[in-house]
């Protein structure tokens, strides 16, 4: 009895010795399970957060107020902070920490990023029975702060950080693209600026803004430079376009639509205001803010987290004071097709957690990532730039609505255009939208963005612009983002596609087979020797 | 008979676990071989299509052009900025005068080929960003030649017109006055922003930290200066709103 007994544990260890997944849990989100009794009280942890700003310092000293005042808390965490200024580095970064193993414990990032993170299996932690845990989650009996209840973090924002209906984000600060207009010169040039912006009108002044003086100047600004109309996220400025004439860009499950009809004419119109260069873009001509105080742009669009640039009395800026001219700043949302149904993106980092061995440090993690959303750091950051809070809890609090009544008591804390522009959003937030979210969706924004940076550098080339060109600008991109190898239908959570069988496996389970023949073999012969 | 069988299934067991971690170790290692191997085809493609031989531009020539212009130019490699998704960044230099070529398309095996002196053809799209000059969309290859340039010193055309003149070129700065020191993220780790002075005038320099690292001397010496300090500084003649010298090298006057 006891000899079948060590026959049949060896079979179960050999069957087993192929496992090495962490906790050895299944990779679907479904099953993903986090045991938030093993977090000890009493036990150090050491989190990492990687978290991005807006090349803003007093968004890193309000992290680090975050990370202070949650130590405080909770003595036994301890978080090591690394700033970054790019959302494409952290997520270069991640990428390249998932093959050793090394991620950050709590992350700032998109739900695009969060797709492609989670097809290397349970690296990212499903947080919807997190949130709901009695003792850790929102709002849990065990916290030792204030922290929001589900149906306090705006719904919709919320929603933003769901993959294949499992929760893998948290929203932290929400923004959306803004225009910021130099009503001085549009008035100038003898237009009035409407009730709703429209593409056709930022066209028409655009070119109007192009005429010269005799001396070679511009008639508008009496200087040798004026990009009239300069997009800092041609990613966002095709996707908008796209979205605002309810026009194909990508389904639910991943099919790639982008490269239909209406692309083609947003293209062609891009073309013809690149080849007058009324329109420019970021990464071709640099920051719309600097042409814009600079009075050599008069249309900017830009985040409302990059509000506090925006402007001649902005609190940031990059050009020197003798270059700044004096003009009337105006914030409007970005402009629209049909201005009856006005639609813009949100935007704005979220928070995710990252799978550990240990699932103590993963709550440890959470802790954390739901102390981000206390009114203290959500009001604080929120008032670094044009975003808003993501929680209900501090939008109706006192405290952010003392600050939003005080729009432009000073150039600072409550400078008015970055102050417009959170209330833009607030006033708006019902007709934002966001693309959805699968493993290559952020491939499929850069070559959504990347269109528009070709036509443009295309057209100041010498090159012509017409639709046999713009075929290939679709192959270019294509084949740039490699859209080609996205899998439609194969929504997040994508399980990887790690090629052939290797070698090890194939020989673990030619060992398996092995064994059972010869188990079966000596089954067969003990039983004849028995008879 | 049964403990021999036994033994054989612990003994198979330990083989063949053991076998599956050597192995996957073994593919990975694969996979890099197949990826050299087509990279090696792919070069033995272009090879064969070689194109004509493109004229070379005179550094004057090269200044003379439009923004937006096709230019071809030979200089040699002075500094190496970064390396990202296959894409390099380099200071350029020869006797006439200096480039900046910004992500010209590079392979990271490519890129180690890339010294201090080593020359190279650049064809690619003459461009302004925020008033640096710079070649961008561009492509290279390695030539015969080698040549390192020495720093020129530039203090005397501080607010001139002639500063402009030698734009990313290698460049001194003698006896400035450290008036402020400030990094990006407001910690070590990214770039530090460093305003010096000159007869009472402030001018904007900065360590470029994908250019320097942090674990380099001019890092960690300027990361320690203080306002007063009087320092001689060397580095590549960048440009961003302005004169914004991506410092290499720092001395801090005794």
Sequence with gaps: MMKKLFVLLLLSLLVFSGCHGKKGVPDDGETFHVDTGSFNEEKNYEITFWAKNDTNVAQTAIYEKAIADFEELYPNITVKYKPYTDYRRIYNDVITNIATDTTPNVCITYPDHIATYITGGDTVVPLDALMADENYGLGGKKLRFVSPQKHEIVEKFLQEGKISGTQYALPFMRSTEACYINKTFVEKLGFEIPENLTWDFVWDVSEAAMQKDDNGNFAVNGQKVMIPFIYKSTDNMMIQMLYQQSAPYASENGEVLVFNDYTKQILMDVATHAHSRAFSTFKISSYPANFLNAGQCIFAVDSTAGATWMGKDAPNCDISEDNIVDFETVIMPVPQYDTENPKMISQGPSVCVFNKEDDGEV??????????????????????????????????????????????????????????????????TDNTFTTPVFNGSADLRSAAGEMIEIVTKSVRRGQTVNEKFIEGVFDEASSLYRLESIEPGLSSPKKADFGPLPTGAKALIISLVSVWIILIVYAVASSKKRR | MKKFLSLILALLMCVFAFVACVADVDVDENASDANLEADEVEEGEADVEAEPEEKVMTHAEYVAAALDDDVVVDAYVQGKQSWWDNKATVYLQDEEGAYFAYEMACSEEDYALLEKGTHIKVKGYKAEWSGEVEIVDATFEIIEGNFVAEAVDATAWLGTDELIKHQNELVSFKGMTVENISFKNDQPGDDIYVTLSKDGVNYEFCVEFYLTGTETEVYQTVSALEQGDVVDVEGFLYWYEGPNTHITSIAVAE
């Excluded at chain 1, 954390?368 to 670094?384: E, G, K, M, P």
């Excluded at chain 1, 609505?401 to 255009?417: F, P, Q, T, V």
């Design chain 1, 363 to 428: 709550v440890a993690a959470w802790l954390f990532t739901q102390f981000l959303l206390t009114n203290d750091v959500q009001i604080a950051y929120s008032q670094t730039e044009g975003y808003v809070p993501v929680t209900h809890m501090a939008q109706n609090s006192s405290e952010y609505s003392d600050y939003i009544s005080r729009e432009g008591e000073d150039n600072d804390l409550y400078y008015d255009i970055k102050i417009k522009a959170a209330k833009l959003l607030s006033e708006n």
